[in-house]
Every structure is written in C-alpha cells, then in structure tokens.
C-alpha cells in the first residue's frame, strides 16, 4: 500500500507507537496470532510516496527506483530479516541482501534502473 507521510505517521503511532512519518512499515501475517491461517500471504509493506520522494532527491534516484528499493526492504521484513531489533550482523545480512535482490531487479525487470544507486 503506497500512502502520504500524515497516514504513514498515524500507522506507525497507532501500530508501533513512534509518533512520526517513516519511508516503510511491514506488517507480517505469519507472526502473532492468526499465524499459519493463510501460509501463502506474507503479510502487509506500507510505504510513503513522501517520504519515498524525498528520499529519492537526496539520493539522487528516482522515485520508482526508490519506491522498488523501499518494497525489497519490506518484503524482506515479512521474510524475517531485521535490522532493527537484530544483531548488528543480522542487519548486514539484510543490507547485502536488499542489495543483492535490488541488482537483481535493475538487472533483470528493470534495467533502466541500472547506473541508479539507492
């Protein structure tokens, strides 16, 4: 779901009670209760197109590639991956592999992505 920094902000207040806008927020079906329901739907990515557009002008990217790193990074989350509560070798891991699937992607899908950096 692609949402505004004022939704993404009541989101990420409401659901993990940090009061400010964030680039992306994932919300795992496959953990908690409800689990295995479904084992087929990972779960939710919800990213804000403002803070994914603001992001992309400081990178100097474009905002499709920005919004395509950004889904990488929150599928990832729904897969386990975790920079944040993890260890610091942990979120190496996941770095390497969102850069791994991100090449992939430019390579692959999209190479007009390629040359860009994220």
């Excluded at 942990?90 to 992939?104: G, I, R, V, Y």
């Amino acid at each position: 779901m692609i949402v505004d920094d004022e939704q993404i902000q009541e989101i990420n207040r409401d659901y993990l009670q940090r009061d400010k806008p964030t680039n992306v927020i994932s919300f795992a079906q496959q953990e908690g209760e409800g689990a295995g329901i479904c084992p087929e739907l990972l779960g939710d990515v919800v990213i804000s197109a403002d803070t994914a557009a603001r992001d992309a002008a400081e990178a100097g990217t474009t905002f499709f590639s920005e919004i395509s790193f950004l889904l990488i990074h929150g599928i990832l989350h729904l897969l386990g991956y975790d920079h944040e509560r993890g260890t610091e070798a942990q979120a190496e891991e996941m770095e390497a592999k969102e850069q791994e699937l991100f090449s992939l992607l430019q390579q692959q899908v999209f190479p007009e992505l390629s040359g860009e950096g994220s």
